[in-house]
């Protein structure tokens, strides 16, 4: 009977060297599952042999039938732990003896059958050996598609292992580095394990590393880190460890499938506004590629990169000025993509949505009166899709705030009246309302005679319903005519 003195903690491991926040048990493919810990200060960037805890040995005491197979122990079936899990098993069920430099064990040790598929492929991720590499890094990212062995390359180092094969200069360990990580990457309970063990940024650093050819690995690659950049628990952290550059990097790729990846992944990012600066400083050219792929024959394309500049669009000013100036200098991409007939509603909702939010720039009026006008013809077409309207509405109200556009939107104000100040949508009644409010203010003659054929009753009716308005105006009147007790 082997000695079962193993660490007495209150978990399966020991968290004696641990800081980690990786939690101590996870529900994976239906079971409860301890991820590898490992001893502290370890980063598999700086020093790739990484020593995992120990799991704690169940007591020979605790148990009388063998874990796997659950023969009765007796004098003949004598108990043997599996140096790996701490589990009590028959020397049937834990025959194998082998080496464990994940352990930092010196000897081969007994390991049971349970563990022995995912043991062996982590002890081959520690050989110098290249073949040992190549078979460990296959093999592991096939067990990441196996249900049953899911939980064993968790609770074994089987993420280390993966992580320390991804510093290897070899295209094939890189593919299967890139898939097993974005397989283990959908498992969002192991979130918090993928990036305190380094996925991120070895999926990073894969990106950075990989040839034109290699669409597979770029692709599986950039699906990772776009789990990870949508994740509230980890977008941060996926920032922080260096995940725009690569999706920039990306984006500009010759080849359709990892670029629109890449961009969709982008879009997650560009929700940050803290990210605004470094995308459109990038040096890959990021904003002009961005801007050229709204005009492009792909509608998902389009819909994505407007996605990303509407995103873009919504932070300062300078960065709306930005956008205007590339678009100017690249052909006029967002006249074309707002012009274009799309299948899709959302290519026209995330195009007016980018202009409305460009509108706002007062340096920039000049280079959008194209777009101005656009949204005006789009709006006497009545759109059907609330969004679409929203967007068109709140874009030409956000063009009435200055003096110089209204002479262009004065055409505007009865497809207003019918489109959108009689819309049962509120957000909509609301920017008809502004913009009317703003003709009237800078062209007050024209608009009151616009109004007064058709509309007067719904912007009356409309600012009567709008919170403390009517209070306003009353206040200000009574503020003007001081004496009331006494006539003029
Ligand atoms: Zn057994
Ligand atoms: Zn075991």
């Known amino acids: 009977m082997e000695n079962g003195s193993g660490f007495a903690g209150q978990?399966?491991?020991?968290?004696?060297?641990?800081?980690?926040?990786?939690?101590e048990t996870v529900r994976v493919e239906g079971r409860d599952v301890h991820p590898a810990r490992v001893e502290s200060n370890y980063d598999v960037f700086r020093a790739p042999k990484f020593?995992?805890?120990?799991?704690?040995?169940?007591?020979d005491t605790?148990?009388?039938?063998?874990?796997?197979?659950?023969?009765?122990?007796?004098?003949?079936?004598?108990?043997?732990?599996c140096r790996l899990c701490g589990l009590v098993f028959c020397?049937?069920?834990?025959?194998?003896?082998?080496?464990?430099p994940q352990l930092a064990c010196e000897e081969a040790e007994r390991v049971c059958e349970l563990c022995r598929p995912v043991a062996e492929l982590v002890?081959?991720?520690?050989?110098?050996?290249?073949?040992?590499q190549l078979d460990s890094a296959k093999g592991l990212a096939q067990a990441t598609r196996n249900p049953a062995l899911v939980p064993k390359v968790v609770e074994l180092g089987g993420i280390q292992a993966l992580i320390t094969l991804s510093l290897i200069d070899s295209v094939h360990i890189r593919r299967h580095v890139t898939s097993g990580l974005h397989v283990l990457s959908t498992h969002q309970q192991l979130h918090t394990s993928l990036a305190e063990a380094g996925a991120i940024k070895a999926v990073c650093k894969v990106l950075t590393s990989v040839g034109h050819t290699e669409d597979d690995t770029l692709c599986d690659g950039i699906s990772a880190l776009m789990v990870f950049c949508k994740a509230p628990e980890l977008k941060m952290r996926a920032l922080d460890d260096g995940a725009?550059?690569?999706?920039l990097a990306v984006c500009t790729h010759p080849t359709p499938a990892p670029a629109l990846l890449a961009l969709m992944t982008l879009s997650h990012i560009a929700e940050n506004p803290a990210t605004h600066e470094a995308?459109?400083?990038?040096?890959?050219?990021?904003?002009?590629?961005?801007l050229a792929m709204t005009a492009t024959q792909d509608e998902q394309m389009q819909e994505v990169s407007l996605k990303i500049l509407a995103h873009l669009s919504n932070g300062a000013d300078k960065i709306r000025h930005r956008i205007v100036q590339d678009d100017f200098s690249s052909g006029r991409c967002l006249h074309k993509a707002l012009g274009s007939n799309p299948k899709s509603d959302q290519v026209l909702c995330n195009a007016a949505c980018l202009v409305a939010n460009l509108a706002v720039s007062g340096s920039d009026q000049g280079g959008l009166h194209d777009v101005m006008e656009l949204c005006g013809t789009l709006l006497t077409t009545g759109p059907s899709n609330t969004e679409l309207l929203a967007h068109l509405t709140r874009a030409l109200a956000n063009f009435a705030a200055f003096k110089q556009n209204t002479s262009r939107l004065i055409g505007n104000v009865q497809p207003v009246v019918s489109n959108c100040l009689r819309s049962g949508v509120s957000p909509v009644r609301t920017h008809a309302l502004r913009f009317l409010l703003s003709l009237l203010a800078h062209l007050p003659e024209q608009t009151a005679q616009a109004l007064t054929r058709d509309g007067a009753q719904e912007?009356?009716?409309?600012?009567?319903?709008?919170p403390g308005l009517l209070d306003v105006i009353k206040s200000s009147l009574v503020a003007q005519a001081p004496d009331r007790a006494k006539p003029m």
């Open 11 to 23: 978990g399966r491991r020991s968290s004696r060297q641990s800081t980690s926040m990786v939690p």
């Open 244 to 247: 725009l550059g690569p999706v």
């Open 123 to 132: 002890t081959k991720s520690r050989s110098s050996h290249l073949p040992f």
């Open 279 to 290: 995308i459109v400083d990038s040096p890959k050219q990021a904003l002009p590629r961005i």
């Open 62 to 81: 605790e148990v009388n039938t063998c874990a796997a197979c659950g023969a009765k122990f007796n004098q003949l079936r004598r108990k043997h732990h």
């Open 91 to 100: 020397a049937k069920c834990c025959k194998e003896k082998m080496r464990l």
């Open 459 to 466: 912007l009356l009716q409309g600012l009567g319903s709008v």
């Open 51 to 59: 020593v995992l805890l120990k799991a704690r040995w169940v007591s």
